[in-house]
């Protein structure tokens, strides 16, 4: 085939959550649908799924607890970025949730809608995630969210969901919404969709694999999120590994 003639189509499933919820860990890190996996800190399972996913070869991400407008402070786990912090504060917390989730190549938001908004605190995000090298998903929690915006002032490479997969949860539902990502990706080249582990886990597991027959015919590759990243920024920005 010669060069330019067909596109390269790329798409990336982030499944949120690891590290909290148990219904689907296995199914995916186990499994053969190379995901990214986005891992809680602070929890008693950040640590190991973080080794689990990299040992079987998965991209990890950090799952970064942020302030919603709505829901239960339990809902965001120990140590959330919450908009009353001082930028210090939020600077050590964002640190620290790297530290505590070993081979993170990038972060993305969990929840977050009132946090995102705030200037003060992507600030000081998106100031650690390029002193640590890290890109930056924007969960895509609130459309008036700083990521963008902030992320382009300090070139820090940024994308941003585009599907949610399991928002429903039943297989026939992330079926049709992976059947979205692949519509999506062929229009744009390239989709990031999002998926969960817990409550939903294993439907949208199920759900995941069930669709990669279609992938595999449209042509699709489902490839780690830093793989969707521009030549140019994936040179720029080196990772420590
Ligand atoms: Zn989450």
Redesign the pocket.
């Known amino acids: 085939m010669l060069r330019g003639t067909g596109r390269d189509l790329k798409a990336s499933i982030i499944i ?2 690891f590290g909290g919820g148990v219904g689907g860990v296995e199914e995916f890190l186990e499994g053969k649908v190379p995901i990214t996996a986005a891992v ?1 800190p602070f929890t008693p399972k950040s640590k190991e799924h973080a080794e689990w996913a990299h040992k079987n070869g998965f991209e990890v991400m950090v ?1 970064l607890p942020m302030q919603p407008k709505k829901g239960k402070r339990s809902w965001l786990g120990p140590k959330p970025i919450t908009v009353d912090l001082t930028p210090e504060e939020a600077r050590k917390r964002v640190e620290q949730a790297i530290d505590n989730v070993p081979y993170a190549k990038g972060l993305n938001n ?2 977050g809608s009132l946090a995102v908004e705030n200037e003060k605190i992507v600030r000081e995000i998106v100031k650690v995630a390029k002193e640590k090298r890290l890109y930056i998903v924007d969960s895509g929690t609130s459309p008036k969210s700083k990521f963008p915006e902030i992320a382009k002032e300090f070139g820090v490479p940024l994308l941003k969901r585009d599907v949610f997969l399991d928002d429903i949860s039943s297989e026939a539902h992330v079926k049709k919404q992976m059947a979205r990502l692949a519509v999506l990706t062929e229009q744009t080249g390239k989709g990031i969709a999002i998926g ?1 582990v817990g409550v939903s886990g294993r439907v949208c597991s199920a759900g995941v694999i069930h669709s990669m027959d279609d992938f595999k015919n449209r042509n699709i590759k489902i490839v780690p999120v830093s793989q969707l990243l521009s030549k140019e920024m994936y040179q720029k920005y080196l990772w420590p590994y």
């Open positions: 949120d959550d809680m799952h969990h929840m969960h």
